[in-house]
């Protein structure tokens, strides 16, 4: 059973995620295994040549991988994270997903896929997280 008992529990504890949320990261669903958020594309996520910063899907990853692996174990923080981009978004909303790949006694694995609102992959990520 996770740690957060209902969506709305779990927003308010992540309203204390400032860089995240004020960049616009929400969450959309979790459960026992897995976490959706997204953020909706403004022009304060562009970089020079007018396209998304990579920083974005990265936050939004980090930002999903928090969701699920603090859901269940907390505290739990990143260890090692690692990206692959896989296309530049073409619509208006990126979307994460997390699951769950592993838990361990001291360890998480979660593997985060980043889709734009038409349906392009965007990001593959996998993340390690150390429970404290």
Known sequence: MGNFKSLEEL???FKKDKYAT?????VDDFGEDY?????????????G?????????FTLADFAF???SNNVHQPTVAQQMSINFLSAPKGTKLIATAKLKK??????????DIVDDLGR????????????
Do not use: P, W
Request: hydrophobic content about 40%; aromatic content about 6%.
């Open 66 to 68: 928090a969701v699920l």
């Open 22 to 26: 004020n960049s616009g990261m929400v």
């Open 11 to 13: 927003r308010e504890f």
């Open 49 to 57: 040549y007018g396209g998304v910063m990579g920083g974005v899907m």
């Open 121 to 132: 992959d965007i990001a593959q990520v996998v993340g390690t997280g150390f429970k404290l």
């Open 103 to 112: 838990t361990g006694k001291s360890s998480t694995i979660v593997n985060i």
């Open 35 to 47: 976490s959706v958020c997204s953020v909706v594309l403004n022009d304060n996520h562009k970089n």
